[in-house]
């Protein structure tokens, strides 16, 4: 047991610094409508659901942060969420993120824009965080994968070997706090693999598929439909 | 140019022999509704709309043949097709479609439960097949992935290196036969797998986003939403 069954402060961190390229939009993606509410408050209010003493930041690229405040009231969205301006990347908007939170705490780091991570991956992610220091939720790979070579040629890779990762990604704040003040990422990575190139051993548990990320306009549709479904089942 | 400007007769192997294990549902995927549609009849369309005179051969579950009949009667479906009786799995079902087939055609395996390929990428796959000898459509992955070692331990992998297999994968049909005929897979592979395990380069092409495997329950959600979007825009 990392923690010996103390009861730990647990800070969700939600990166929403996007600025909204991928979508081929003015507007960013987490600002898009799901049901009629931007993708932000349903990611927002997936953690507040799992538990409402959970302490929620939305780190926001400041260009859209009024933008946010107005969507706020117009919605009347009142789960209370702090604030804050995010970085010219996502390495950046966590860094920022992360200053002021104290060693000795659980942060769940999560992308804005997965609105339809599960109650379960959730849990099972802060669960194991607590037992093991670290948590990241993933799922199997269905489909065949290739590797592409140097030569640029490509083979065959096993895909049973290979999941693909999800957040919400849970550290013991320190390591994720380490991690991000010691190491500067050569290229972009998650944050499983920036505290694992600070030497920590990262711990899988099951995400769950529908935890979609939002990147691409069809991904909108996507999740609007499995949105419906779950709210009519 | 791998075949010198010849015209090539060109055959779709449509390989929906499951028997719905894993929907957990009696009714295997393929015959699923989508937009009031059996899934196989949207897969079989996408081919036929690309260019009428490909010859189409689906392969069903023996057990789902008459079945298949029915619903073809019911749905007013006229679309040509030869219907063959699929094998124990998903090889020898592609084994006993590639019966009767010569040399020197193109041949298109396309995954039954794949109903959203675009017509772009049965056209790509078509071309550099015909200029290369095979192609195979693939996708980049979006997410962070993590490969699982044999101690059971897991590290990031650099999913740039790494691209999502989809279907139709197209191969000069003697290649196809002579890998069906060599090779006894020891595990689960596609067919560009086996070509390549009997020593031919394979061909990645461009495939489509939307062209996903309908495996789960919530995969027939979001094939459904595509759809309505593809037919509303």
Same mark, same amino acid.
């Given at each position: ?8 402060? $647990? ?5 929403? !610094?996007?600025? %909204? #390229?991928?979508?081929?939009? &003015? /507007? ?61 990347? $996502? ?5 920022? !993120?992360?200053? %002021? #939170?104290?060693?000795?705490? &659980? /942060? ?126």
């Amino acid at each position: 047991m990392f923690f010996n069954n103390k009861v730990l402060d $647990r800070i969700v961190l939600i990166v929403a !610094g996007g600025s %909204g #390229i991928r979508m081929k939009s &003015l /507007v960013p993606k987490q600002f898009h409508l799901i049901m009629g509410q931007p993708v932000l408050m349903h990611t927002i209010r997936a953690f507040h659901d799992f538990d409402p003493s959970l302490k929620i930041t939305v780190v926001i690229h400041d260009q859209f942060i009024r933008h946010w405040k107005e969507l706020c009231s117009y919605n009347e969205f009142f789960i209370p969420h702090q604030v804050i301006a995010g970085g010219k990347n $996502r390495f950046e908007s966590v860094k920022k !993120g992360l200053q %002021g #939170i104290k060693p000795g705490c &659980l /942060v769940a780091v999560h992308d804005g824009v997965r609105p339809l991570v599960s109650q379960d991956t959730i849990g099972r992610c802060f669960e194991t965080a607590f037992e093991c220091g670290n948590a990241v939720p993933c799922i199997e790979i269905k489909e065949s994968i290739r590797k592409i070579e140097k030569d640029g040629s490509n083979m065959q890779a096993e895909r049973r070997n290979f999941r693909i990762i999800q957040t919400p990604q849970v550290f013991e704040s320190s390591l994720l706090i380490n991690a991000y003040e010691s190491i500067v990422p050569e290229e972009i990575t998650d944050d499983a693999g920036l505290v694992e190139k600070s030497g920590c051993r990262i711990y899988l548990v099951k995400g769950n598929e529908e935890n979609i990320k939002i990147t691409h306009p069809h991904d909108l549709i996507i999740a609007e439909a499995l949105f419906r479904q779950h709210h009519s089942s």
